[in-house]
Structure formats: structure tokens, C-alpha cells
């Protein structure tokens, strides 16, 4: 079948009444939790997990990409009409958005991230399509040694690149492997860990309690303790959409900058939007000619990090779907609602599951559009999404995030790891342990564990044989090189800094 | 500066689980494959990474860092947890038919302390009783109905039943 076939098909299967509902409805309910502060689209996505079960997999993959672009085009709002990011990849839209809404002209900033929003993602998925195909036959040859190394490069570069402590990170990532080793050896499917010899142990900690646990109830827990809510007051008025032609023009170069940014960082695992928008923001605020201007309401801010983070979402597709490597939070969503329904993703995944990845492009297409036309001609009702009750909210994921670790097992035991999950995230967070490492080295754990040892059993070399492939050898090396330079660059700072 | 205790603790408590964890490798068999390091070796790489990082963090556990959660917020975080536990206790007991409606109520009306600061305590009570009976039928056409879920009886309901 060619390319055009699949995406014909996918479009079918989007043009009918539940297609519809689940792209348009999950990009609308990712656009409005993600405008929320504090809850996310991903806290979306995680609920909807084990009811992603039930559902056709082409089409909760259609809502799932429909929710993570929603959410990255919502976390905007909250950032330019409070002043509070909706989501972290918005963070630094706070700096200028928030300053235009200070000076009663909420629409420009509103306007610029709108249109950043649509040019970062869409040519980012374009980007996606056209590369995932080039990585993906190429990642085909890959053997176990090869792709256990990725999984470890992956893993070290989240360690190396994420911000905060790396020993805390690696501790996340220890224990990370420790609790994905419950459960059946992969290969000779022995019990490990079967804790007071109760044999629900031998499923393992399921991916979905983990994170219904991990995310959604320690979310709102940490919510409701620092009680933030009651502060979040808005008297805004929001005019309609209005293209922002000269400053378009003015910024031509510094959106096409952002986008490549952002597309190459979303590329790197564990990095995502977040880390795109500040270092995008960074890098044209260093380029500007006038830099007093950032920070004070200057519109470039807001295009650069609004379009960085968008294409973000694109760069990351690719390693997720050509080579089954997660990129970020989101990421790891996808791969834990294909795992629920037995798909394995991995260097085969595209030649596979061709019907599943170009339902993710085409969702990821139309989600796009979708933004863009809803932001543009509803712009008014930004103010709105951001009075939705809390009260109700929580309760009502709450209730949904604990049903549905029930269903993941469809036993206790399911509700029981959630619970305990909650424990621990919240224990993670008062240590200051990143849970983004943690969930990466879980996830790939399975994988990393069977790649390591089909390759020392494949090979009469063993762990020499690791090193000796050249492929194998680079990503190990690259990844002990992120993860040094992690460790020694806050030192190397330090000390310029003192000079 | 004021070396961060929390760290030291972490430091001990990574250390306590990677011994934890080795002593418990330890007891899992080898297998017969040629080549193959056997079940132990994945969990034993969790516990070296945690063990080292586990005497670092007590050898150099950095700078003292702002406060987490007050004391106050803990007893927040602890309520609502509370709740949690009321919910799984619930389900156990009651079943989805019972827990749903009643924990959608209780947590609706905690939470509404919070976002309906002009409302009554009456009128914040109706508000969340309309909406935990609303809610609880939603649950149920999605899990029962549409989803075909088996969702959890409850053992009360279920020796009501017998």
C-alpha cells in the first residue's frame, strides 16, 4: 500500500461520527487542560489509558495525538491571561504574554501564539512524516546490541540533559529499574520479586497504575495542598483573532530559528517542549538587537517559544515511532496505551503498524487545523476555559483515575499499586527526584533488559560484542558522554563564573 | 551553608533499598542459557546505580533547599489522601454502585472550599450532592454501559445479594 493509501485510510476512519468526536473532542479537551494551570493534557491522556483498552487502537491513537497538540496550543492561554503557565512548555510565553494582557491588549499576544502554535506543529509533523521513514529503514537493521544501546543512550541523555540533580535523576532511575524487574523474567519467564508469594506480583507494576499514580493523584494531591486555586482570579476582556502581519514579517527568521530548535530538541529524548521554548527564548533574546525590550512585552518572545514548542512535538515523533524511543511525557502515554493492547513498539513498529502511524500523522494534521481554526475564530472564550470549577474537575479525575487503575487489572491489585504509586511520586517530588528519567528508565527497562541479554546469548563474545559493533559502541559512548557532561557542566560554569 | 539533611536521608534510603534489593537477587536462579546472565543481573544494575548515587548523596549531599510542603499543606495532602484510601475502602466494601456517587459528593464538597469561596456551606453542599448524583450515573452508562467494564461488586453487595 502506498503512503497516500494510508493516509487516505486514516482520514475514512476519521471521517466518521466517533473519528470526529475523538479528534475534534480530544483537541479541544487537550486545548482547555492544557490552558488550565496545574492539571495538563497529559493528566488527560493518563486517565484515559485504561479506557484506551476498549477502544479501537488507530482511533485512541487519533485521540491521544489530538490531546497532546491540543494541550501544547492551550498551555498559551493560561500563560498569556493569567500570567501562570498552563503548561511548562509555556513557561517563558509568561515573560512577554503575560505583559501585553498587563497593558489591556491580551489579543496581540493571543494572536502571535495562535499563529505560532499552527506554524510550529504542523510543518513539524510534515517534518516527521518525511524522516520517520528514513530512520525507521534504517532502524530495521538494527540487532539487539544496537537497540539495547539506544534504550541506554536514551535513558543516560534524559539523566544528562534534564535540569535539576543528576544523582537524584540517576536514583530515579535505579529505582526505575529495580520496580520494572517484577514481576516475569522476559526470558525464561521465572517469577522475580513475587512479594509474599502473591502471584498478581508476577504481571509486574502496571505501566497504567504507575502512572495514574504517579501523575493524576499526586497532581491533585500537590494541588490541593498548596491550594493555588483560590488565587486564580480573571477580569479579561479578549477581543478576536487578528493576524499579526508586520509583526510576522518583523520576525520571519527568528520563527524559522525557533521551529528548527524546536524540532531537533524534540528529537532528543527526555528534552520535549519544555526545554525547547527556553532554549529558543534564550537564543533569541541573545540575538536580539535590543534586548531591554525582553521580558517587557516583546512579541518575539512569545514567537519564540510558542513556535519551539509546537515543533517540538513533531521532533519528537520521530524516535517514537521509528524507533520506539519516547521523547518525552507524552511520548511514554503512546507507548503505554500500545503495550495495553499488545503492540510492542520498536525498530519494526512503522513496517508493522503502518494503519497506527499514519492515523498518528493524520490526527496530528487535522488536530493542527483544528487548534488553529478554533483559537482564531473563538478567541473570545480563552477567558472562559480558565473558570471551569475546579472543584468538579478534580473530583471527576479523581474518580476516573482511580476507576481506571481498577480496570488496568481489573482486579485491587491495580488500585493498590495507583495508590502506592501516589506514595511514591509524592515522596519523589519532596526528595526532588525528576519523575520524567524515572518513567523513561521504566518504560524501557522491558526492552532494554531483553535487548541486553538476547545480545549477550546471541553472541559467544558476550559484553565485548556491544563494543565491537560500531553503531552499539556510539550510542554507548554518546550517551556516557551526555551523561559526563551533565555531571561536570554546572561545574564548569561555576567555576567561568568565578573567573 | 546548611548541608541538606533530606539528601543525607535519601543518601541512606537508596543505599537501604539497593541492599534490599541485592540480598533479594541473590535468592532469584540462574537459568541454563548459555551466555545469559540469568534474572538478577537487570535488578542488580538498579541496585549498583542506586547504591553509588546512594553514597553520594551522603557524602555530598549539596545545599539545604526551600521547604516542599508546609505544615499546614502536609495536612491538606494527608486529607485528601485520606480520601483516597476511603475511595479503595469503599470500592472493597460497597462496590462502584455505592463509592462512585457517595466519594464524588465527599471530595466534590472538600474540594469546593477552595473554588466556591462565595457560596454558602449550603449551597456548596446541594451543589456537590447534585453533582456526585449526576456524576455517578455519567461513571456508570460510560464503565457499565458503554464500556462493558466489570467494575468491582463490593463484598457487602455481594453477601447482600446471596
Redesign the interface.
Known sequence: MSVWQFFLNALKEICTPTGILFVVGGTLAGMILGAIPGLGSSTLMVILLP?SY?MDITMAMALFISITIGGMSGGCIGSILLGIPGTSSSMVTVFDGYEFTKRGMPSKALSAAVVSNFLGNVPSVILAIVACKAVAAWAVKLGPWEYAALCFCAVLMVVGLSKG?M??S??G??????L??VGE?P??A?G??LFFGRLEFLDGFNIISVMLGLFA?KI???E????D??QNQLDVKVEGFKFPAADFIKNKWLILRAWVTGAVIGFLPGLGGPVASVMSYSNEKMLAKDKSTWGHGEIGGVFAAETANNAAIGGALIPLLALGIPGDAAAVQFIAALNVQGINVGPMFMREQPAIVYMIFTGALLSGTIVFLFQTFGMKTFPAMLKI????L???V???A??GA??ST?S?YG??VA?CC??LG?LM?????PSLPFLMAYIL?PM??LN??RG?????R?IAEFFRRPLSCTFIILGIAVLIYGFISPVLKKKMGKK | MEKSTKNRILGFISLGIALWVTYMSMGLKATAYQGDPGPRMFPLIGAVIMAVCGIVMIVAPGQKEKVFLTKEQWKSCAKLFSMYLLLVLLLYLGGFLAAVPVMLFIITYMLSGLSLTDKTKKQRLVTSLIFGIVGGIVLYLMYVKLLDAKMPEGILMSMLRK
Open positions: 479506557i476498549k540533580n544523582v537524584k540517576m536514583i532511575v535505579g529505582l526505575a529499574i529495580f520494572a524487574s523474567d526470558i525464561n521465572s522475580r520479586f493523584a491533585i494531591l500537590l490541593y495542598a498548596r491550594q486555586k483560590q470549577p475546579y472543584h468538579f478534580y473530583s471527576m479523581i474518580l476516573l482511580f476507576l481498577y480496570m481489573n485491587f488500585l493498590l495508590v501516589c506514595v509524592v517530588d519532596f526528595f526532588g527526584i527497562s532494554l533488559e541486553i541479554r549477550l546469548n546471541y553472541s559467544p558476550g
